[in-house]
């Protein structure tokens, strides 16, 4: 071989690049419009029949390829996400359900405010933020709220726990006309706050994004619903979700967050926990990622992206969440627990644990 035909072969590849970059939008194009006619038909944007023939269809000239099936499904199923990403923006932006409507957005500057800025105006909305800090993406910005008429169809509350306590209370003085509508991590420190809007004859609801504010695509996320008494904004936010695959869950005020202590506080403190227990141990990260295995990529990856979060944020979902104590609580009981077998070699004990664990966990149903 020679440098000649090093050169060649590079450049072949570098046509290969092209060919497939132009084929994946010549796809996404595709996806608009089989997204537009799906519309039409009010259909819904995913069909996991359909999905399951791609990749049984692709699969099977992967492996007439010489591709393996994992190379083969991972490639697929990401054009697919892309499809329905497209597809979802499309059919929020055309159902224009904001459409000469306002909504204001107070702490809109955080990254969940940003990202309901763009959601609210992809449905129509006319949106203003209102926060000290200035939001990134050039969107119409105040620094108070305080100083605004309040007359708003929307006014969304997206600041951190404890100020969106007092912000739902100071609302509640100002009686505006539109909806509130919250989105905190943990509800029991708006309890106040919500009473004082219902009092004052204010449409109110709550709801919990589970998901950050790096998710393009909502299908196969949850949005929690909690009625709060007020027919009128808890329709409103359901219909604002309607056309994206996110799934709606009602939930109780109360039980939500006994849910949250287990699935926000266990396992964010689960993740601290083992981030500070490796930082402890004297060992370099790189070094042990250079040693590691599958499991501790997994588990790496996870701890970094909590490592990465707003510290008070995380605080808050531990500090202020009235269930939270009683999981810690177990999560140190667990760790006591298996120390425990350990350092007696009660190996007995420990099959039982992981036994008990794996019997619990065949419980959840495969996700699609």
């Known amino acids: 071989m020679t440098e000649h035909d090093l050169s060649s072969l590079r450049s072949q590849l570098a046509n290969l690049d092209e060919q497939i970059i132009r084929l994946a939008a010549k796809r996404r194009a595709l996806s608009i419009d089989i997204g537009k006619i799906k519309q039409t038909m009010d259909r819904p944007s995913r069909d996991f029949a359909q999905e399951s023939a791609v990749l049984k269809r692709a699969n099977q000239v992967g492996t007439a390829l010489g591709l393996s ?10 054009l697919i996400r892309s499809s329905l990403t497209v597809q979802e923006h499309d059919r929020v932006a055309t ?7 306002r909504a204001l957005i107070i702490g809109g500057a955080g990254r969940m405010g940003t990202w309901f800025a763009h959601f609210l105006e992809s449905a129509g909305f006319d949106v203003l933020v209102a926060d000290p800090i200035a939001p990134p993406e ?6 108070d709220w305080q100083d605004l008429p309040l007359d708003m169809e929307l006014i969304v509350v997206a600041a951190p726990i404890r100020t969106s306590a007092k912000i739902l209370s100071d609302l509640a003085l100002r009686k505006p006309s539109g909806c509130v509508v919250d989105i905190s991590s943990v509800k029991t420190p708006l309890k106040p706050g919500f009473d004082a809007l219902r009092k004052a004859g204010v449409a109110v609801a709550s709801i919990h994004p ?8 909502l299908s196969g996320r949850h949005v929690m619903v909690i009625d709060l008494g007020s027919t009128r904004a808890t329709e409103l936010v359901c219909t604002l979700f309607e056309p994206t695959m996110a799934k709606l869950v009602p939930v109780d005020l109360e039980e939500h967050d006994r849910l949250m202590a287990q699935v926000l506080g266990l396992s964010h403190a689960l993740n601290i926990a ?3 227990a490796l930082k402890e141990g004297g060992q370099d990260a790189a070094n042990l990622s250079r040693l590691s295995s599958s499991t501790f990529d997994a588990q790496m990856g996870i701890a970094a992206g909590v490592s990465a979060e707003n510290p008070h944020l995380y605080f808050e979902i531990q500090a202020l969440n009235a269930y939270g104590p009683s999981a810690i609580a177990a999560l140190s009981d667990a760790v006591e627990k298996i120390r425990a077998c350990i350092e007696s070699k009660d190996e007995t004990t420990f099959v039982n644990i992981m036994a008990a664990g794996h019997d619990y966990l065949q419980t959840l149903k495969p996700q699609s």
């Open 69 to 78: 099936s994992e190379f083969t499904e991972k490639l697929i199923l990401h």
């Open 95 to 101: 159902r224009q359900l904001g459409a000469e409507s």
């Open 138 to 143: 050039g969107i119409p910005h105040v620094a």
């Open 210 to 217: 589970m998901f950050g504010p790096d998710v393009a695509l």
């Open 274 to 276: 083992f981030f500070t």
